[in-house]
């Protein structure tokens, strides 16, 4: 059963379809040497959860929002530290616009409506702060302002997502794992690990469903 009206023939269903296979075909390449496929893969994942939004008369920030976390995929998949830098910038605008999008869309009266959204907010913050505490040390001068923008960004974002649905907060919730595990993997370790090679994968298993659950959560309710 599809989640669109129709079968897998509709643009609807045909554009999640392959979205999926996309993102799929990116993970299985992740043990393979960075490429411009592979980059372009990558960026069709989340850039065809854009499209599906756009062709759904979605809310043009929920768009905008995925068109801008597929370009950062974009960029920051390129061995260039310009388009890395500008792949981070887009990473960050994404979620601002994501949180834009949660606060204007959201209703404030269900942050407190049910215990476990103040719970998990509270979770959130004490988490965000034990993380830029555990890691401030090891982060060079020049990337502890880049964590720190891009930690408050995730956090916005994240204390936003609990104005909406349960889907969408799963979604976030995901998208936050998904942060922890590319901090996890770019931190210096202390010695050799072969677990350390899992981090990319679970990275983007947790970027992509986040995005998914989002986009799903936005368009079905």
């Given at each position: ?10 643009l609807a269903n045909a ?93 404030a009266g269900l942050l ?110």
């Amino acid at each position: 059963m599809m989640p669109f009206p129709g079968g897998i023939e509709t643009l609807a269903n045909a554009t999640l379809i392959f979205s999926v296979v996309a993102a799929i075909g990116y993970a299985f390449s992740l043990s393979l040497p960075s490429s411009l496929r592979r980059s372009a893969v990558k960026t069709l994942a989340i850039g065809l959860l854009a499209v599906l939004a756009f062709e759904q008369d979605a809310p043009l920030l929920l768009a905008g929002a995925l068109g801008l976390s597929a370009a950062s995929d974009a960029l920051s998949s390129q061995p260039n530290a310009r388009t890395d830098v500008a792949g981070f910038v887009a990473g960050i605008a994404a979620f601002l616009a994501f949180g834009l999008l949660f606060v204007t869309y959201g209703t404030a009266g269900l942050l407190f409506s049910d215990p476990w959204r103040l719970a998990l907010a509270a979770a959130m913050i004490a988490l965000a702060a034990a993380i830029l505490a555990r890691s401030w040390g090891q982060l060079g001068r020049r990337r502890r302002l880049p964590a720190l923008a891009y930690t408050l960004a995730l956090l916005l974002m994240a204390l936003s997502a609990l104005m909406t649905t349960p889907k969408i907060v799963a979604g976030v919730l995901l998208l936050t794992g998904s942060a922890a595990a590319i901090l996890a993997a770019r931190l210096p370790a202390s010695e050799p690990s072969s677990q350390r090679a899992l981090w990319p994968f679970a990275a983007w298993v947790l970027r992509y469903t986040g995005h998914l659950a989002i986009t799903l959560g936005a368009l079905l309710g």
